[in-house]
């Protein structure tokens, strides 16, 4: 049963501390999303690769935020440095087609709280 | 303080009732839409879609319904059961854009 895999479930860090979520997509999924869920804004797109290529991160803050593939089973989203504000829950969500229409398989999420 | 969140809409039934939760979309190029089930502490699953050149398609126990004259998505369950309670998220695509989510039905399952 493919599922797509997220590193690690849950993470408490202090404010200043670097945090690096980890995906594992599908194989032989080509596109890669990232979405951050909180109370306040519901689900939230804040990056996508499609072949390993960022297409869209206008989502992200910038200053802080980096999202990559270094390769085609692995996508990391990193924060750095953390603050409280950034506690929320990210998914990852994997998809395949050329042509917007794939269906997107999320994962587990990683529950990220900064104190 | 007292925090403050998303205000869920909150669709209570009866087991064994039929559920419809509805959706009203934003953009009306939109030509693709997806129904996802949240369970608590899961990611969004997966439930059905639709093209906007249908306006009925049936899965297992699920119907959605494509009314684009008003903008509107419907997610009908059958013989609703426990296990159906989770939050329902519809989102919707316009061509290569990536998808864009609702704020979420909360349904709740009354045994």
């Known amino acids: 049963d493919a599922r797509v895999t997220q590193t690690p479930r849950d993470k408490v860090t202090e404010m200043g501390q670097e945090v690096t979520m980890r995906c594992q997509p599908i194989?032989?999924?080509?596109?890669v999303f990232w979405y951050r869920q909180t109370m306040m804004q519901g689900l939230e797109l804040l990056a996508y690769?499609?072949?390993?290529?960022?297409l869209d991160d206008s989502g992200m803050p910038k200053d802080r935020f980096s999202a990559e593939m270094p390769d085609a089973t692995l996508a990391t989203l990193k924060i750095q440095p953390s603050e409280p504000r950034d506690s929320a829950v990210y998914f990852c969500a994997s998809g395949w087609g050329t042509g917007g229409r794939e269906t997107q398989y999320f994962g587990p999420g990683t529950r990220l709280l900064v104190l | 303080g007292e925090s403050v969140g998303l205000h869920l809409p909150t669709l209570s039934v009866q087991e064994g009732d039929n559920s419809i939760i509805n959706c009203a979309y934003s953009?009306?190029?939109?030509?693709?839409f997806i129904w996802y089930k949240q369970e608590s502490g899961k990611g969004p699953q997966f439930i059905i879609d639709i093209r906007s050149n249908m306006d009925k398609r049936q899965g297992q126990r699920v119907t959605v319904l494509l009314n684009k004259t008003v903008k509107h998505l419907s997610l009908q369950i059958a013989a609703t059961q426990p296990g159906d309670s989770a939050v329902y998220f519809c989102?919707?695509?316009?061509?290569?854009?990536?998808?864009?989510f609702g704020k979420g039905t909360r349904l709740s399952v009354i045994a």
């Open positions: 690769f499609r072949n390993r290529a960022p």
């Open positions: 194989l032989g999924h080509n596109t």
């Open positions: 953009n009306s190029a939109s030509d693709y």
């Open positions: 989102a919707e695509r316009f061509g290569n854009t990536p998808l864009v």
